[in-house]
């Protein structure tokens, strides 16, 4: 009879799993992509973003001012606005990586005939 072999236990990275508590929510990375460019008020963030609605937006923007992520400012006399911190701009260039791998299996559409 063969030997049975005994694989060892699969474990998942207790690390990434709390990581991804936040940036595996739908919307999140696309919010901090979108501030990689610059601060940004509410409301330019709901319109740079299609199809997120305001209440999922403000939701969003919570859960990544409470993980460190991105600041929320009032600075006078302007409107508060919402900023990268560090740590939410050390996410970029993951998410670069990301989207390059997206990029490179979008199938291609043929050509119009």
């Not at 991804?20 to 509410?42: C, D, M, S």
């Not at 600041?71 to 993951?94: F, I, K, S």
Request: with cysteine.
């Amino acid at each position: 009879m063969a030997a049975c072999t005994t694989l060892p236990p699969l474990t998942a990275d207790a690390d990434l799993a709390a990581a991804f508590e936040v940036l595996g929510q739908k919307w999140n990375g696309i919010i901090l992509h979108t501030l990689a460019t610059r601060p940004a008020r509410y409301g330019e963030l709901h319109t740079a973003i299609r199809h997120i609605s305001t209440k999922m937006l403000a939701a969003r923007l919570r859960e990544l001012v409470d993980a460190g992520l991105v600041t929320h400012a009032q600075l006078p006399p302007g409107p508060a606005t919402y900023t990268l911190t560090d740590h939410g701009r050390a996410l970029l260039p993951a998410l670069e990586h990301i989207r390059t791998w997206w990029q490179q299996r979008i199938p291609t559409t043929p050509p119009l005939s």
